[in-house]
């Protein structure tokens, strides 16, 4: 039976601590949270222990999940794998390069696994391409969401961006040749909306626009690639795969098309079975199993070092537009 160890039980905390409750082979040894109202309402609701510290949290528990906020990220980390235990951290795995660099050199040289929270990998809608033949060469992503004052101690970039820069590093599997980006504080001190164009060495393109400042949510990535438009609906949970091939599709909404030069082919548009799976669980469920397999984690932390440093080029892009204006 695998230890739990919880580390802030704010708004998202809430939520990882009652998906722990279910997860199969763990329990929950306790939490720390340095608020004490929160505090008492967690041990009051839960019935859970609240350990006076992080180092006796750690000390009484076999793999740690870190939901604080980002700027606690590399002590908490940094103090579990030293004392070789295995960590959950929330998205972005730490607050500056410097840290995310140190806790890749700490993980890799310890026997422990380390999984960063880019729940949107286990989005049951992208989760429906696993069989699609996914090699996309533009990419248009929109994350826009309504103004809520809880994650604005980071830039929208941190905040909401980063997941879809997760995603699209996942699937080009290709180094960032170079990329532009625009951004505004309008509420906050730091960007509050922002539109990135990332290109990368095999030739494809992406461009991301997310927002917190809007007045309806909206998470849609549009894929296009050789014979395929794909497009996923992350918020509402829809996915279509649109293919152009030289034979009927043995499933799914298929007619023929005549083509320039002659000849037709025949266009299908699918739409993959989207199950109703719960992100936050299969997410903590894979990092479980990564323990209890020795295998690697599905979001480690060189892939949430690539997403952080492309994140922070973005910042820098966006600062050094401002210092020019």
Request: hydrophobic share 40%; aromatic share 6%.
């Amino acid at each position: 039976m695998l230890r739990v160890g919880i580390f802030g039980t704010g708004h998202l905390g809430k939520f990882h601590l009652n998906n722990w409750k279910e997860i199969e082979g763990t329990i929950i040894a306790g939490f720390f949270d340095p608020n004490d109202a929160t505090a008492e309402e967690i041990v009051r609701q839960y019935g859970i222990r609240r350990y006076p510290s992080e180092e006796a949290l750690i000390d009484d528990c076999d793999l740690i999940d870190v939901v604080s906020p980002t700027p606690y990220h590399f002590a908490t980390c940094a103090a579990a794998i030293r004392k070789g235990r295995h960590v959950f951290v929330e998205k972005p795995m730490a607050n500056t390069m410097e840290e995310g660099a140190a806790l890749v050199k700490l993980v890799q040289e310890s026997n422990v696994k380390l999984q960063v929270g880019h729940v949107e990998r286990f989005n049951p809608a992208f989760v429906a391409l696993d069989r699609s033949r996914l090699a996309p060469m533009f990419i248009e992503v929109h994350r826009l969401a309504q103004f809520n004052p809880r994650g604005t101690e980071v830039s929208v970039i941190l905040d909401l961006m980063i997941h879809d820069i997760d995603i699209v590093l996942s699937m080009v599997q290709s180094d960032v040749k170079q990329l532009s980006a625009s951004g505004v504080a309008v509420l906050t001190d730091t960007p509050d909306i922002a539109n990135v164009r990332i290109e990368f060495n095999n030739g494809c393109v992406a461009n991301l626009t997310s927002s917190r400042i809007s007045l309806k949510k909206m998470r849609k990535m549009r894929l296009f690639q050789k014979d395929a438009y794909i497009s996923v609906d992350f918020l509402d949970k829809k996915t279509e795969v649109i293919r152009l091939s030289d034979e009927a599709a043995a499933d799914g909404l298929s007619f023929p098309i005549e083509v320039p030069g002659g000849g037709t082919r025949n266009i299908s548009i699918r739409n993959p079975e989207v199950g109703p799976g719960n992100a936050i669980r299969a997410e903590l469920e894979a990092f479980v199993d990564a323990i209890r397999n020795n295998t690697r984690t599905v979001v480690n932390e060189i892939d949430g070092f690539r997403a952080m440093e492309v994140a922070h080029q973005i910042l820098q892009k966006i600062h050094a537009n401002l210092s020019t204006t």
